[in-house]
Structure formats: C-alpha cells, structure tokens
C-alpha cells in the first residue's frame, strides 16, 4: 500500500522555524496538488496549506504569512517551512494529496504517520 514519508519535525521553541519534507509515491505526486494537515490532540484534522502542480499556493488563516508550501516535482518531495512558530502550533504534520478549496472531504488513503511539531520554552 502507497504512502507518504513526512519528516523534519521536533522541540522548537516559540518564535523559532523548523522546516518539514514529505516524499510522495510518483505516481500521486506527479498527478495531484500536495497540502500538508496537521492534528492536534482532540482536535480534527486539518489542512493548513495546499500547493498545485503549477505552483499555485493556499493557506489557512492561522498560518498565512508564516508558513511556505513548496514542492520540487523531480524529488516528488513537497515541503513545509514554517516560520514564526506559536504554541498554538503543536500537532503531528501530514502530507497527502489536497483540496485545491482547502474544503473537506480529506483524502481517505495514503496517509503516513505524520512527523511530530512541538513548540514551547
């Protein structure tokens, strides 16, 4: 079964950056738009931003202005940078194939076990 590879989490404190990397099975990647989600404990899923195969990028709002999506389509790798990092921040991040809108349904397949963001002092 196919899945994506997150990496790049860790202990960050407030204010700090951290930069996360995601490697997508080809034949997904070459063929959707990429978002990295994340999820807080008893919190739902959520996506936070969202990349096309054209470049074209979407945000949340809780993180627009501080978080960059980008993918390098000959590593089938999109990445996450996330700058300016608040407590509010702290969930395990994912990447998977994602809604251009930012609007649910999720993608049901693919998922991998996320790379874990922590920021505190």
């Known amino acids: 079964q196919v899945h994506m590879v997150e990496s790049g989490g860790g202990l960050v404190q407030p204010g700090g950056s951290l930069r996360l990397s995601c490697v997508a099975p080809g034949s997904i990647f070459s063929t959707n738009a990429m978002g990295w989600y994340r999820q807080a404990p008893g919190k739902q899923r959520e996506l936070v931003a969202v990349?096309?195969?054209?470049?074209?990028?979407n945000y949340a709002d809780s993180v627009k202005g501080r978080f960059t999506i980008s993918r390098d389509n000959a590593k089938n790798t999109v990445y996450l940078q996330m700058n300016s990092l608040k407590p509010g921040d702290t969930a395990v991040y994912y990447c998977n194939v994602g809604p251009v809108t930012m609007r649910r349904p999720y993608p049901m397949d693919y998922w991998g076990v996320g790379t874990l963001v922590t920021v505190s002092s």
């Open positions: 990349i096309t195969r054209g470049g074209f990028t």
